[in-house]
């Protein structure tokens, strides 16, 4: 859960999760735009602008987790490292 997820490596290994994300964005489409539904839910097509709102929050709060990632790997780095030898060197 530390790892940065901006790697491309990482990105697209998950298949499953792709293909909930796929399923989900199927189902979000229909039941906004499909007239059977649009009526059954007194809902209305939305504009790209309404879009924008939702697709900017995710990304955003993306974008913190990725730097809370970082902050947390950072310190853990520091935890790591070797505490410097209490012994004068001889001379």
Same mark, same amino acid.
Request: overall charge positive; charged content about 20%; cysteine-free.
């Given at each position: 859960? /530390? ?11 998950? /298949? ?32 790209? /602008? ?22 947390? /790997? ?18």
């Amino acid at each position: 859960m /530390r790892e940065s997820s901006l790697r491309p490596t990482l990105l697209f290994t998950n /298949r499953v999760a792709w293909l909930a994300v796929g399923v989900l964005l199927i189902l979000q489409l229909g039941f906004v735009y499909a007239p059977f539904m649009q009526l059954w839910f007194g809902s209305a097509a939305l504009e790209l /602008r309404h879009w924008l709102v939702p697709l900017g929050t995710g990304f955003l709060i993306f974008l913190l987790v990725e730097a809370e990632k970082a902050i947390f /790997r950072r310190f853990d780095r520091k935890a790591q490292r070797p505490a410097p030898s209490a012994e004068a060197p001889a001379t």
